[in-house]
């Protein structure tokens, strides 16, 4: 296995986990916090896939997903290429409304298709490229790929931790 198809391996089972997080949730469920200053599925599921988008798309030097269609519409939210959750406030997190499941489904499968592509390119020596300066030691497009993935992978588990304290409807 190379390491692209390493990669593609892992970012592709997201899409089956979100599906899993949010499937049959209703608008109001995606919204419902299972305690004060806890995060709710459907901000979990927004979340990481605003940190997929966002840092995959400046790897890429292109546009996110979020800023070229009507996906923020859909979660009640302006278009801010900024606005990835990080630090969010609780009243900032109260403000992510997606409109249904399939809203946020259809944001991850968007931003994933994108992500897979640019995986297919990578090879070995592409990993070792430093992506961020800001950081001691720099940040490599390797490991800024894993930390993706890892940071997407616990916001899954979360979201699928909060769906299973929800009460029914």
Not at 9 to 32: F, I, M, N
Not at 58 to 78: C, I, K, T, Y
Not at 101 to 122: E, G, N, S
């Amino acid at each position: 296995m190379d390491v692209s198809d390493l990669l593609t391996e892992t970012y592709d089972r997201l899409p089956d986990l979100v599906r899993a997080a949010v499937d049959g949730l209703s608008p109001d469920q995606l919204r419902r916090a299972p305690g004060p200053g806890a995060n709710p599925v459907g901000w979990l599921v927004w979340h990481l896939t605003r940190i997929q988008d966002h840092h995959v798309a400046d790897l890429r030097g292109e546009e996110q997903v979020w800023v070229s269609g009507d996906w923020a519409g859909r979660f009640g939210l302006p278009a801010d290429p900024d606005d990835t959750g990080y630090g969010h406030t609780p009243q900032q997190v109260a403000a992510v409304r997606p409109e249904s499941a399939q809203a946020l489904v259809d944001y991850h499968l968007a931003v994933a298709a994108r992500t897979r592509t640019f995986l297919a390119t990578l090879t070995p020596a592409d990993l070792d490229r430093v992506v961020d300066e800001a950081w001691d030691p720099p940040v490599t497009l390797g490991v800024r790929l894993v930390s993706v993935a890892e940071d997407d992978l616990q916001h899954v588990g979360q979201a699928a931790y909060v769906r299973g304290l929800l009460a029914p409807d």
